[in-house]
């Protein structure tokens, strides 16, 4: 959002959209004061400022309104607001303006330019109408522009302020996942410059240097982008408001001609001419291995052309040169090491020349070879060690008899396509028709040999005293005796678990099964077929030989798929020749039969639970927390609101459905929270935004009662009390001593991470944890459990490892969680956010803990997950166990219900946590019974019609309801959620009474034995439950426990036994519900395991109050 003070402004704020990111902090934003006058303008009016941080520019355009006089034109030019015939025209710069559309809602758009409006079309943008946002912006009205006095300059590239040797390129495209300048970078929060960026990449050594979105600085010394339209780099500099410095993956990129630098644009041809020498193709090579073993020192290797490596060859005596990456020059008199041309033809080389970008030179690992005098090269080891000549073999009778073929290679040598086929994992090589190259382990479709040798006669393209086949005519050798198999066939036995071959399905664009899978070269049917059933789907198809595809028995039926004739499908699997893996556009389809593999409930009216609208909070709450005192805080992001008066805390009184308001000092967008086990059940919030809020520490001392006012509010000051690392998107977990445990994180919205774990009260320094760094930006919020053998649970990305709990070195390293059937890849952290969930222990714990994730994401394409995946940390050889759900989902929340059970609530069918990164609701809820078989555990539960995107909340109530909260999507066309759900658990809805009982004793030690007194109104069974104290955020339960202790009841009294240690049941605070056939109770708060870490004694510190020791 930019704040124009008519002297400088600040940059946008970058939505959580992830990837490659500056390495330097960025500073807290603060706004300044506006000013009392601005030059030329008569009034202003300060105005909220917009519900998003950034609108593209391509939003920067007119729109109508109800005022058909109203111009609301945006003229590129600032001089158009002189020389318009059009009167009272108004010269804005870079602002939003909000507008009342004919359909009288309010629209809003941002112009990245400046441009300039009539005065009459701003006279119609009432306040009113400018009701979205917390920071500030001037809406500027009732001004005639003089022509000789402009109201602002126009931004521009300030090349003469540049320093020497730097020029300006030109404003390129940029994409955080892959940036164009992959060197050094940084954020400069407000005091980015043109030249700042340029000075800061030159003292690196690097020849390129771009400015990004107003802030960003980044470096490299070698640009892969392409050039982007000058209109799309329109933001200003944060530290020179008339410079540029980009847009949204957009940069203005300089070039230091001190050093000749790499360009991205195209080469104009893949070779050179060069007199006496003939290019040979592109070759593999090796770091370790040369194929040309002498590296040529060339002067000015920065400037690297394909000429001056040729020249350095032949003085050198030389008559193979090769390039690679871009400045690199080798050279040799034949190939060692098994160089041959490259298995994918010249598709890996692709760098331009450092010297001239019109040239090729290589790419990673790849060289352009180049032969004097068009000699061809030998080898210095021949790959062709233990392999014959097997004869020329007829081909395309049934179809092809091997794989392939590779790529052209007009340099094709016997020796180069058994060295290809030697690299790539095969035995029999075949070569055809002068420069065509062939692999595989055996011959296919009947192959024969043809009537005689001499009908192989065409001469090698790289040799021509060597035989490459003919027509149709393959050139066959071989390590081993031939195998000749016969024509493929459907495969029909053999096959894995129950699946059955059905016939040739019809495919087309859109897909008769959705979910692909590329097996390169592997493929076959036992393969496809077992990858489907191990991920729950029941149909499976393999087609043009190397794809297979999963999916249910009712989708090829939905899009209209039918069988057709067998001889459709024809392509032989090339895992396994002897059957077919369908053809283009046709499967090869199978279904399994017989016992399903996934059992899905589908219970009826009551049984199906129920959502029932509570009304609207003042905020979309990021973290919601249940309190001692019966109510529940709403804590939000406060500095970047989008409502208008928000003081980013609230707390809900359920018993009287209103709210209270409370206050944080900085912004807690994104941070962890957690309930103490002080005696006070104080909640904390643990991080933030970005600057000073990401070092936060706040406290609350829960008061009042349901019905009853509670007074307190939340306490921070970070200059007295303060992470030692700043953290955004942090987790946090109550340890076995009492202690909290702090991990991971980035340094602020977007920024770099911070791949350590603290201890608070604070405990020595932070300890680097390697995994974090490593797996970033993928890991954040990770989940964290005690275990009951001892040792600390990590869920991150896709990985898991289990921590020594003194120590914080990894014990154990879990076998990674399965992600989606296509893509192993799929995370569960944020931002492909799934949610972690503890399943229950229970009495005498001699059971191993068992943890259960569902949903995600997959990186890149956003393609969410759809199973649940659960594993038991502390066995032998832990194991993953999926479980297929009904659908997709990703930014999933999990509430843990008193039975046992887990409500499976929330989300999205597509895409992945953050601002506008995710799209197409998930209405259902899903109920998961951990006591039921596995792939029986799924009920389909009642829907809602509220979209809960991110920032979607769900914990359990004291009365046992699930309380729904949220979504924060911040895009066109989705709604900002301020209603609030209640869950209607089954249980409640049997028209049984509840339950109750009195208890006197709610702070127990390990292993007590606590006596209550209950009343079983339908004379059923009781049962105990203790569910832990959580803070919900971002599919995170921090807290979450569901344990069923021992206990033993004579008439009306019962006796519980607590559970017997800090590893079974950390330190904290428990709700105990009573159950009586399913039905629960209303909850009571006990403490179970005391304060051991003496956190009621901290901090001591003048600005908090804390509730004592015990």
């Known amino acids: 959002v930019v704040y124009h003070s008519g002297e400088k402004h600040l940059p946008p704020v970058r939505v959580e959209n992830r990837g490659q990111n500056p390495t330097h902090p960025r500073p807290q934003q603060t706004l300044p004061p506006p000013p009392s006058r601005v030059r030329g303008l008569t009034s202003y009016v300060p105005v909220p400022s917009p519900a998003k941080p950034f609108f593209p520019p391509d939003l920067a355009r007119s729109h109508s309104t109800t005022n058909p006089g109203a111009d609301l034109t945006c003229r590129s030019v600032e001089a158009d607001c002189g020389l318009s015939s059009i009167p009272n025209l108004l010269f804005l710069k870079r602002s939003v303006i909000f507008v009342n559309s004919p359909q009288n809602h309010i629209r809003s758009f941002v112009s990245q330019t400046s441009c300039c409006f009539s005065t009459a079309t701003l006279a119609i943008m009432a306040p009113p109408l400018l009701q979205l946002g917390s920071l500030s912006l001037l809406l500027l009205t009732a001004v005639t522009p003089s022509l000789a006095d402009p109201i602002v300059k126009r931004a521009s590239v300030n090349a003469a302020s540049l320093p020497e040797n730097w020029t300006y390129k030109g404003c390129y495209v940029d994409n955080v996942a892959a940036r164009a300048l992959s060197g050094a970078a940084y954020n400069s929060g407000t005091a980015l410059t043109e030249s700042a960026c340029a000075a800061y990449c030159g003292t690196k050594g690097f020849k390129y240097a771009g400015v990004e979105y107003s802030a960003e600085c980044y470096c490299g010394n070698t640009l892969t982008a392409a050039i982007a339209d000058e ?247 071989a390590k081993r005796d031939i195998e000749v198999i016969p024509p493929a066939a459907p495969q029909k036995t053999g096959l894995p678990g129950l699946w059955q071959y059905k016939g040739c399905l019809m495919d087309q664009d859109v897909k008769s099964l959705p979910e692909k899978i590329v097996y390169t070269g592997t493929n076959t049917g036992n393969k ?218 980035e340094n602020g919205s977007n920024g770099p991470p911070v791949p350590t774990l603290e201890l608070l009260p604070r405990a020595g320094g932070v300890l680097h944890m390697p995994w974090l760094e490593r797996t970033d930006p993928y890991n954040l919020y990770p989940f964290l459990a005690v275990l009951p053998s001892g040792g600390i649970f990590v869920a991150y990305y896709n990985e898991a490892i289990i921590l020594d709990e003194t120590t914080f070195a990894t014990k154990k390293q879990l076998p990674n969680i399965p992600g989606a059937v296509n893509n192993p890849l799929g995370g569960r952290t944020y931002p492909l956010e799934g949610t972690m969930v503890l399943l229950p222990q229970h009495a005498p714990y001699t059971e191993p803990l068992g943890v259960l994730i569902c949903g995600g994401s997959t990186p890149f394409g956003g393609f969410a997950i759809d199973n649940c995946v659960s594993t038991v940390p502390e066995a032998a050889e832990p194991k993953w166990v999926i479980e297929k759900m009904p659908s997709k989902r990703v930014m999933s929340c999990i509430c843990a219900l008193p039975d046992g059970t887990y409500l499976i609530l929330n989300g999205a069918h597509v895409g992945v946590a953050g601002f506008g990164l995710a799209s197409d609701p998930n209405h259902n809820a899903l109920l998961y019974d951990p006591t039921k078989p596995i792939n029986s555990r799924i009920s389909i539960m009642a829907n809602t019609t509220i979209d809960r995107f991110y920032h979607s909340e769900a914990i359990l109530l004291q009365d046992g309801r699930v309380l729904v909260t949220g979504s924060d999507p911040e895009t066109d066309g989705l709604e900002q959620e301020y209603r609030i759900e209640a869950f209607i658990p089954p249980y409640l809805k049997t028209g049984k009474p509840a339950p109750s009982y009195t208890i006197t004793d709610t702070d127990w030690k390990y292993g007590d034995t606590v006596t209550v007194t209950v009343t079983l109104p339908s004379g059923g069974t009781p049962k105990f439950s203790l569910m832990g104290a959580e803070s919900s955020t971002h599919g995170n339960s921090m807290g979450q426990r569901t344990i069923f202790p021992a206990f033993k009841c004579t008439g009306t009294t019962c006796t519980i036994t607590a559970p017997p240690n800090a590893h079974v049941a950390p330190p904290g605070w428990h709700q105990l519900f009573l159950l009586e056939s399913g039905v629960p109770s209303k909850s009571h708060y006990v403490r179970i395991g005391g304060d051991p870490a003496n956190l009621g004694a901290w901090p001591k510190l003048p600005d908090f109050t804390v509730p004592g020791s015990g």
């Open 528 to 745: 496809c077929l077992k990858a489907c059933s191990d991920y729950g789907y029941n149909a499976a198809g393999m087609e043009y030989g190397e794809e297979c595809y999963c999916g249910d028995k009712s989708d090829p039926a939905k899009q209209g798929a039918k069988l057709v004739a067998e001889t459709d499908c024809n392509t032989p699997c090339p895992g396994n020749a002897a059957y077919i893996c369908g053809a283009g556009n046709r499967l090869s389809y199978y279904e399994w039969v017989g016992e399903p593999i996934q059992k899905y409930g589908y219970p009826q009216g009551a049984a199906a639970g129920e959502y029932k609208l509570l009304g609207k909070a003042p905020v979309i709450a990021l973290i919601t927390t249940q309190g001692k005192n019966g109510k529940v805080t709403f804590v939000e992001k406060s500095g970047t609101s989008t409502t208008p008066g928000s003081t980013g805390a609230y707390e809900w009184d359920p018993s009287t459905n209103t709210f209270r308001t409370m206050h944080v000092k900085t912004d807690v967008f994104c941070s962890a929270g957690l309930v103490l086990p002080d005696k006070a059940a104080r909640q904390i919030n643990i991080g933030g935004w970005s600057g000073d809020s990401t070092y936060g520490i706040r406290l609350y001392i829960p008061d009042g009662s349901p019905g009853q006012p509670s007074k307190n509010d939340w306490q921070e000051n970070f200059q007295e009390l303060a992470l030692q690392n700043g953290r955004w998107y942090p987790s946090a977990m109550v340890m076995a001593n009492g202690s909290i445990l702090v991990v991971g994180g």
């Open 231 to 477: 209109a799309d780099c329109t933001m200003t500099c944060s530290g020179n408001e008339d410079e540029l410095c980009g847009g949204p993956n957009r940069l203005n990129v300089f070039a230091s001609t001190a050093t000749p630098a790499t360009t991205s644009a195209a080469p104009t041809s893949s070779a050179v001419a060069v007199p006496g020498w003939t290019a040979g193709g592109c070759y593999t090579d090796n770091v370790n291995t040369r194929s040309l073993t002498q590296g040529m020192a060339v002067a000015g290797n920065a400037a690297m052309t394909v000429e001056l490596c040729l020249s350095a060859c032949a003085a050198a005596g030389y008559k193979i040169a090769g390039l690679e990456y871009a400045s690199q020059c080798y050279c040799g008199n034949e190939f060692a090491n098994g160089g041959a041309p490259a298995p994918d033809g010249d598709a890996q080389c692709n760098m331009p020349c450092d010297g001239n970008t019109a040239e090729l030179c290589g790419g990673p690992d790849r060289l352009n070879v180049y032969l004097k005098d068009g000699t061809a090269p030998g080898t210095t080891t021949s790959p062709g060690t233990g392999w014959s000549y097997k004869g020329c073999w007829v081909d395309q009778q049934q179809g092809r008899i091997m794989n392939g073929p590779q790529a052209d290679v007009n340099t094709m040598t016997i020796e180069s396509c058994i060295a290809t086929c030697v690299a790539a994992g095969y035995d029999i090589a075949g070569l055809q028709y002068s420069s065509q190259c062939f692999c595989d382990n055996q011959l296919k479709n009947s192959a024969s040999l043809a009537a005689s040798d001499a009908l192989c006669a065409t001469p090698c393209a790289g040799a021509t005293v060597e035989i490459c086949g003919g027509g149709n005519l393959d050139s066959i050798y």
